[in-house]
T-cell receptor, first 115, second 113 residues
Framework: NAGVTQTPKFQVLKTGQSMTLQCAQD?????MYWYRQDPGMGLRLIYY???????DKGEVPNGYNVSRLNKREFSLRLESAAPSQTSVYFC??????????????FGDGTRLSIL | RKEVEQDPGPFNVPEGATVAFNCTYS??????FFWYRQDCRKEPKLLMS???SGNEDGRFTAQLNRASQYISLLIRDSKLSDSATYLC??????????????FGSGTQLTVLP
């Protein structure tokens, strides 16, 4: 059981380049998320998708776009990378039950450096 | 004020010690609370949910104080393998939706031999 799989694990880009981070989950979860983690800042939500076909902005969406391709896959795109987007990116998924007591399961992250 | 605040530490404790972390949250309507553990350069993993009545899982005990808006995690008989960063996580949604969680910056624990 793979859980949440992210690709690539590492990437170096030049300022202005574009790229897409891929995420797939095999737990049949409805909700998926993209976070970035910077030193001393904790995890910050970029975008989330409550269910297939819907996406919503999180706390720090500027400079990013997302696509919920199907129930399994949720991709994050940087159209024109900037050094401020150097970070570790985590994808997560969860059940979407009422009550809110559903934890999130994380992929092992993508370490992205923008030069 | 941050929505979720934690003492960043580091906490350096000897093996076998008892250590406690606190976390405060700002939204009194918050519904769900969790502790996650994150090892160096790894992804966060759920350690335990926090229930209103408090709950225990082996050497780990979590408590919730809604009146004071804080959550605690107690680790008894610390092991070397407990060394990690512990993240306090709160669902601030009054609707109970799991769509957005707010993560604290984490408390770093090192258990020394």
């Amino acid at each position: 059981n793979a859980g949440v799989t992210q690709t690539p694990k590492f990437q170096v880009l030049k300022t202005g380049q574009s790229m897409t981070l891929q995420c797939a989950q095999d737990m049949n979860h409805n909700s998926m998320y993209w976070y970035r983690q910077d030193p001393g800042m904790g995890l910050r939500l970029i975008y989330y998708s409550a269910s297939e076909g819907t996406t919503d902005k999180g706390e720090v969406p500027n400079g990013y776009n997302v696509s919920r391709l199907n129930k399994r896959e949720f991709s994050l795109r940087l159209e024109s990378a900037a050094p401020s987007q150097t970070s570790v990116y985590f994808c997560a998924s969860s059940e979407a039950k009422r009550g809110g007591n559903q934890p999130q399961h994380f992929g092992d992250g993508t370490r992205l450096s923008i030069l | 004020r941050k929505e979720v605040e934690q003492d960043p530490g580091p906490f350096n404790v000897p093996e076998g010690a008892t250590v406690a972390f606190n976390c405060t949250y700002s939204n009194s309507a918050s519904q769900s609370f969790f502790w996650y553990r994150q090892d160096c350069r790894k992804e966060p993993k759920l350690l335990m949910s926090v229930y209103s009545s408090g709950n225990e899982d082996g050497r780990f005990t979590a408590q919730l104080n809604r009146a004071s808006q804080y959550i605690s995690l107690l680790i008894r008989d610390s092991k070397l393998s407990d060394s990690a960063t512990y993240l306090c996580v709160v669902n601030p949604s009054s609707s109970g939706s799991a769509r957005q969680l707010t993560f604290g910056s984490g408390t770093q624990l090192t258990v020394l031999p």
